[in-house]
């Protein structure tokens, strides 16, 4: 009995360590300095153990940790569940002890081993929620310094592309150099060009024709038709003086030889006339033999003088044009520099900007490090094999209060078989009763639309207008089938038309389909094809379940297939609230991943039906899917008479 009254209590120990709180920040900005920040620097008055101490033994941290824990139904509140937990900073050090107790030494541990992994989630939480919203306040600034500064790169780009200048100092140097160089080369052509000049003249007295000239007696010289011809003319001659001495001049075989003449020089004639126009001052006689070698020699080489001369000139020329160009470009670059260095300047002061807000936005992702450290864990938690309670003075006491406990015992025992949920066990949930629907006359099937106006829907309806939720979407549901979520549903949907939001009802009970029952939506055989919304009276809309097959629900939702199918009907008719009727919590798979994608959740519970153990199953489902719980709603209370009054005087004021 004693045992029963002072249980066995282990207590776990673990420590974790700090790193330094500090970040410094020290970033070039160009042209316009250093920016420098020495991050968070923790004080007397900002404790960084104290700010840790306060994280861990937050609500946010010991809330997934008591939902999870063994144990839980011992705890009524978390509260309670808070005094298994000690927190205390080491003085003169920068570590933080925890000691958590339990009942066994196995559930110790676990249980300290899930506080920190609490914790350090909460820490990653809270650095994220930080920098993003550091970030947020500085992207607008970011974006437009970008801007600024892909502008001011292309306008100097662009300049520096249709003026090729770069440097002014680095560029006149080379365009001087290039400069002095070409004169040098123009020095150097004008004077072999005249030194070719002189050459050809020379052998043109020698000769005693002008280069042209020489030029077409090389030409007749190298043609072998000429030659040839010349040749022939050359032997009939001499045959010619041979007869002539024998025989007359009337003799056939003069005659014969004289007319031979005459045709080969005609036709030598003719073959000069087509190799040269003018053959005033041609050696018409050179033939290239030997005795000519020497005068073929002085003709190549007048020749190739003139080619020389005349090419240097032409080079020399083309040098003084190259001048010219060179000397433009160095007079225009003094103008051009100027407005080079304005640019410059306009682009190193957006690029030291950019940078001073990119150093900002690392700096916020750091900070957020230095706001919320690392914590390591410097001691694995351990468990003394020997429990630290009870304590032998204890046991005195215990023996005399087992009488007295005993029977509060029993009654205890007998209160836990009935597993029924009451009230005080919502109350001991930290979540909030957001309305209480009296028990309807009718049921669901038989509810009438414009008879919803029980004054619980219109509590709720005004209380949801006035909270914050996310995308302004809403799920219903409940732990079990029968507590009137879909009734709930009906109820809450008309009641915030009624107030003029526009308002979207959504079957998502994929299984019984009740809400598109109730609506005489009529259901397809199972098939991919996707209903639209239909219109139920001013204000009010309603969207049929997806007739999908039953072994293809999971994968149409947790694809994100049910949630692009809402938004998408929620965009196109600008809906106020989308309300979202769904499948009991503990009887399908889909809901808990409806809940992660709607966020915000109401339970329904009814007295007397709702078990409380599968609500707090519910409940473990809905957190881990990161789901928020707004509240309850209490379905089932029954009327009393002041409420019938009221009733009643609604109904004369509207007569």
Known sequence: ???????????????????GT??????????????????????????????QTSIITSDDVLRPVWLTDPEKDKFRSLEIYNKLFKVKPVDQTTTIRLEVTGSLPELTIKRSERLLLSYQRRLNELRQGTSDTRQQFSQKQLQKAESNLRLAKDKLAKFKKSTGLVSEEQQTRNLVEAIKSLRTTQTEVYSQAKAAMTRSQILSQ??????????????????KEYQALRQKLSEVDTELASQRGGFTEQHPSVQSLLEKHLSLNAALNLQRSLLIVNTEGVDTSFDGNNSK????????????????????????????????????????????????????????????????????LEQAKISAFSSYPNVQI??????????????????ALGAILSSVLG?????????????LLKVKD???????????IPTLEASTMGLKLESVSEIGFQRLASTLSLMSLEKRCLMVSSSIPGEGKTTVTIGLATALSVLGFRVLVVDGDFHKAKLSKYFGYALPRETNALPSPMSINSGLDFLPAPSIPATKVMEFVARGSFEEYVNRFQKLGNYDYVIV???????????????????????????????????????????????????????????????????????????
């Open 581 to 655: 009727d769904t499948a009991a919590v503990n009887f399908t798979g889909e809901t808990p991943l409806m809940a992660k994608t709607l966020a915000n959740v109401l339970l329904v519970v009814k007295l007397g039906v709702s078990d409380r153990n599968m609500l707090q199953e519910s409940l473990e489902q809905l957190v881990r899917h990161n789901a928020r719980i707004i509240g309850f709603v209490l379905n089932g209370v029954e009327q009393g008479g002041e409420k019938s009054t009221y009733k009643q005087d609604i109904q004369q004021v509207k007569i």
């Open 22 to 51: 500090t970040n410094n920040l020290d970033a070039s900005l160009g042209i316009l300095g250093q920016i420098k920040d020495q991050g968070v620097v923790f004080s007397n008055e900002l404790n960084p153990l104290e700010v």
């Open 407 to 419: 029977s509060f015992a029993t009654v205890t025992y007998l209160e836990s078989r009935n597993s």
């Open 378 to 395: 410097l001691d694995s938690p351990t468990v003394d094999p020997k429990p630290t309670s009870p304590k032998l003075s204890l046991v």
């Open 293 to 360: 070698e020497s005068m073929m020699d002085l003709i190549v080489g007048l020749i190739q003088a003139d080619s020389d001369s005349q090419a240097l000139e032409q080079q020399a020329r083309q040098v003084q044009g190259q001048v010219q160009i060179l000397n433009t470009e160095l007079s225009s670059i003094s103008t051009k520099q100027g407005e080079l260095l304005d640019l410059q300047r306009q682009y190193e002061i957006a690029e030291g900007i950019y940078k001073g807000i990119v150093a900002q």
């Open 206 to 223: 020698r000769l005693g024709m002008t280069p042209q000239q020489a030029i077409n007696s090389l030409r007749l010289s190298q043609n």
């Open 426 to 436: 919502l109350q001991e949930i930290e979540l909030p009763i957001l309305a209480r």
């Open 1 to 19: 009995m004693i045992a029963m009254l002072s249980p066995r209590i282990w207590t776990a120990s673990t420590q974790v360590i700090l790193p």
